[in-house]
């Protein structure tokens, strides 16, 4: 394929770019801000993320999303926050037949939308959806890593899932678009629960017992929202969940433990406590939009959204563990 373009130039952003480039002629880096898109240009390094490591020689930063017009496929490493605004600005640039794939973890709130939701409201739904155990400083440095890709339109996921695969990036496809998306914005909920259990020192039986109630509940949300249980075992569920429930570089899990030690989080320098706190909301509101009785949600929530104090809310959550 010739060009591939991203839109955002973060960790994950750059990661990819950086896999995908060993695949394809050129990729197509967008970003906001000018002096960031010189420096990749001028030295292949990406100096705010990765100021180590060389980017590949065809990866292009640009600012301007008109230099995305000629691409084939374009993914959105972009935070659920500005998803929408992003579709807004893509709808008079591309064209019909470009595909679009979203790798952002997150639901709007409060319209419970789905980012593959938003693509459809913009565009079609045959847009792909990328989800996996994926930390984005392995990415980059071409460790061994796994993900799913889901879309309806088998094309376009085999398209995707071309440009992405080498010999350490392995890629699976699964029919489940609404699994695999549910599974991005539960897994945050449950790391941010394991992280609270941490930081308040709770022994590690209770721990991994809320971790595998977690994972139950997860199958329960997925069904009930018309998604198959059998996602939530795939890499982009049970891997995702226990990856970023128990990694010190997961950010939800790091939110978690700074309100489990009852620390103060500055909101507004924290981009993760307002994407974490929309996921929390949405997905309570999905819980009760469809009778789901879910424990771990609501201890989450009883901690982040309503302040109980961790030991009050974890008296509750235990009380209903069985």
Not at 148 to 165: D, F, P, Q
Not at 201 to 222: D, F, H, M, P, Q
């Amino acid at each position: 394929m010739d060009k591939v373009g991203i839109i955002g130039a973060g960790s994950l952003g750059t990661a990819l770019a950086q896999t995908i480039a060993q695949n394809v002629d050129e990729v197509c880096l967008q970003l906001r801000r000018q002096d960031l898109a010189d420096t990749i240009n001028e030295t292949n390094i990406n100096d705010e993320y990765y100021p180590n490591t060389k980017l590949l020689e065809n990866i292009r930063a640009t600012t301007d999303l008109n230099d995305l017009k000629d691409c084939k496929i374009i993914f959105l490493a972009i935070p659920s926050s500005a998803f929408r605004k992003t579709l807004e600005d893509l709808k008079d640039v591309i064209c019909d037949e470009t595909v679009l794939v979203t790798t952002a973890k997150g639901i709007e709130y409060p319209s419970l939308k789905t980012m593959g939701n938003l693509i459809e409201e913009y565009f079609t739904d045959d847009y792909v959806a990328l989800s996996g155990p994926n930390f984005a400083s392995e990415i980059v440095l071409n460790l061994p890593t796994v993900s799913n890709i889901a879309s309806k339109n088998k094309r376009n996921a085999e398209m995707v899932k071309e440009v992405l695969s080498t010999d350490q990036f392995k890629v699976k496809i699964i029919d489940d678009v609404i699994g695999l998306e549910i599974c991005g914005v539960i897994k945050n909920i449950n790391a941010i629960a394991n992280g609270i259990c941490e930081g308040m020192n709770i022994n590690e039986n209770a721990r991994y017992g809320v971790l595998t109630k977690g994972y139950s509940e997860t199958i329960k949300i997925i069904e009930s929202i018309g998604g198959s249980p059998s996602t939530a075992g795939e890499y982009c569920g049970f891997g995702d969940l226990v990856l970023t429930s128990t990694s010190f570089e997961s950010r939800n899990h790091t939110l978690g433990m700074l309100y489990g030690q009852r620390l103060i989080v500055d909101e507004k320098a924290s981009g993760i406590v307002f994407e974490g706190k929309n996921s929390i909301r949405a997905t309570k509101a999905i819980c009760d939009n469809n009778g789901i009785d879910s424990v771990i949600v609501d201890f989450v929530y009883d901690v982040i959204i309503n302040r109980t104090t961790p030991k009050r809310a974890f008296r509750g959550l235990w009380s209903k563990i069985e």
